[in-house]
């Protein structure tokens, strides 16, 4: 079976410039997770949906990140205007949420971006 | 809410030797509890999961962990490790009651020595 799928795996650009990130979460998993893992502040949740709603985006840092999930199967994370500090590890992270009770978060292999 | 701490940053072990990774959490009951690898460049891959029931629980790769409650404690433990096994080690803690906010720890490093 199909994991996380990523995209870009990585990404070079230059400060001011937009970036997308996106992913595809496993097939029937209703939750999905954005983290932003870097050396100094380790994994950080950005913001997390279920059932492509927005639950909680208290993560994200600024007005600069924004996260859509139009449907069930495909989710963006964007930068505009990006900048140095914003260069991370992106992770998306899939999971099944039933109920009162949830699974395990499964990730994609990440998106790494180097903003200049 | 809840919190995760690792308090090993870095750990170097003999490869064949025994292998114990520290988490302690806290949480006013019991939590979800997870442990994952991070090799590099890659994703995390969960190791192994605790909801409830049998407080030992065995996972991938001959990693099992233990949840203590009166400690606050979920360590990993693995009896002989590999040099296959050196990478970055994730306590992640979950709270029923605020599905969604996994929190994770710092990490621990791992290096295997032959």
């Known amino acids: 079976d199909a994991g996380v799928i990523q995209s870009p795996r990585h990404e070079v650009t230059e400060m001011g410039q937009e970036v997308t990130l996106r992913c595809k979460p496993i097939?029937?998993?209703?939750?999905l997770f954005w983290y932003r893992q870097t050396m100094m502040r380790g994994l950080e949740l950005l913001i997390y949906f279920n059932n492509n709603v927005p639950i909680d985006d208290s993560g994200m840092p600024e007005d600069r990140f924004s996260a859509k999930m139009p449907n069930a199967s495909f989710s963006t994370l964007k930068i505009q205007p990006s900048e140095p500090r914003d260069s991370a590890v992106y992770f998306c992270?899939?999971?099944?949420?039933?109920?009162?009770?949830?699974?395990?978060?499964?990730f994609g292999e990440g998106s790494r971006l180097t903003v200049l | 809410a809840q919190s995760v701490t690792q308090p090993d940053i870095h750990i170097t072990v003999s490869e064949g030797a025994s292998l114990e990774l520290r988490c302690n959490y806290s949480y006013g009951a019991t939590p979800y509890l997870f442990w994952y690898v991070q090799s590099p460049g890659q994703g995390l891959q969960l190791l192994l999961k605790y909801f409830s029931g049998d407080t030992l629980v065995q996972g991938i790769k001959g990693f099992e962990a233990e949840f203590k409650r009166s400690q606050s404690s979920f360590n990993l433990r693995k009896p002989s490790v590999h040099w296959s096994d050196a990478a970055e080690y994730f306590c992640?803690?979950?709270?029923?009651?605020?599905?969604?906010?996994?929190?994770f720890g710092a990490g621990t490093q791992v290096v295997v020595t032959p």
């Open positions: 992270a899939s999971s099944i949420w039933t109920g009162g009770k949830s699974g395990e978060l499964f």
């Open positions: 097939s029937g998993h209703n939750s």
């Open positions: 992640a803690v979950g709270a029923p009651d605020s599905w969604g906010k996994f929190q």
